[in-house]
T-cell receptor, first 113, second 113 residues
């Protein structure tokens, strides 16, 4: 049982470059989420998707975009990376939106120079 | 707007001692509250959640939390700490729509042998 996989595990990126973080779940969950984790700030929601074909903005969406073409995949794209986007990124999913347990992936450590 | 505040970014306890991690919430409506644990270099795992069914919520690994509306608190406790409890703990609250999740800044628990 894989659960949620994220790729890459880590990445060093030059500022201004485009980057897509991949997230795939095999649990057929409807809802998916992207968070960034920064020291002293906890986790902050970037974007979410309640079901395939729909997405919404979280607390810190600027500079990021997402798509949800199918149930399993929820990629996060940085169109033009900036150093302030250096962070650890976590993808999560839940059966449905709201009050259900979220299952988290192992994270992607991104450094923007 | 919903938010949570975790008091104490670092807590140290002796093995076998009581664990108390504090979380206060701010919510305009009855909240859904969560505690998650993060072990080093891993994603988050759900410890327990409050969904208004009972004020005392029991979770995994011997943890429990009590919802106190009068104090707007949802503190996490464990009667006897184990070395394996050393981790980062996050309190979280969901928005009434269930689309947004707000995490606290986290409390790092150290267990001293």
């Amino acid at each position: 049982i894989a659960g949620i996989t994220q790729a890459p595990t880590s990445q060093i990126l030059a500022a201004g470059r485009r980057m897509t973080l991949r997230c795939t779940q095999d649990m057929r969950h409807n809802a998916m989420y992207w968070y960034r984790q920064d020291l002293g700030l906890g986790l902050r929601l970037i974007h979410y998707s309640n079901t395939a074909g729909t997405t919404g903005k979280g607390e810190v969406p600027d500079g990021y975009s997402v798509s949800r073409a199918n149930t399993d995949d929820f990629p996060l794209t940085l169109a033009s990376a900036v150093p302030s986007q250096t962070s650890v990124y976590f993808c999560a999913s839940s059966v449905d939106r709201g009050y259900n347990e979220q299952f988290f992936g192992p994270g992607t450590r991104l450094t923007v120079l | 707007a919903q938010s949570v505040t975790q008091l104490g970014s670092h807590v140290s306890v002796s093995e076998g001692a009581l664990v108390l991690l504090r979380c206060n919430y701010s919510s305009s409506v009855p909240p859904y509250l969560f505690w998650y644990v993060q072990y080093p270099n891993q994603g988050l795992q759900l410890l327990l959640k409050y969904t208004s069914a009972a004020t005392l919520v029991k979770g995994i690994n011997g943890f429990e939390a009590e919802f106190k509306k009068s104090e707007t608190s949802f503190h996490l406790t464990k009667p006897s700490a184990h070395m394996s409890d050393a981790a980062e703990y996050f309190c979280a609250v969901s928005s009434p729509t269930g689309n947004q999740f707000y995490f606290g800044t986290g409390t790092s628990l150290t267990v001293i042998p």
